[in-house]
């Protein structure tokens, strides 16, 4: 039981994050930046689902043919998202140190990145 509502917590957790961002992203205005942001939401909403389903799976809200639906539809989106996320980690303020690329190297950034 105890494993249960501990599942349960996660799932709750994860969905009140995705339901808020969601909203958030209704706010803006720029249409453009709104579908990022929304694409990138579905991104954290499918990969939340991949990474736990099976409590999902138990109360049959995925079948566990979804799955590699869900995985292509994941990587569409990535795909989608590639040339915005520069943008997307500068306008997050994520220090260079965390991200352990060659943002943080310092020689040819957006060259190394982007070639």
Do not use: W
């Amino acid at each position: 039981m105890g494993v249960l509502l501990v599942d349960l917590a996660i799932s709750h957790s994860i969905y009140n994050t995705y339901y808020s961002f969601e909203q958030a992203i209704l706010k803006f205005p720029d249409e453009i930046i709104k579908r990022i942001l929304f694409e990138l939401c579905l991104v954290f909403g499918i990969s939340n689902i991949l990474k736990r389903p099976y409590p999902l799976i138990t109360i049959s809200a995925v079948r566990p043919d979804h799955i590699n639906s869900l995985m292509e539809c994941k990587q569409l989106l990535l795909k989608k998202l590639r040339p915005h996320l520069i943008g997307l980690v500068d306008g997050c303020a994520i220090p260079d140190a965390c991200l352990r690329s060659a943002i943080a190297t310092g020689d040819g950034v957006y060259e190394v990145l982007l070639g």
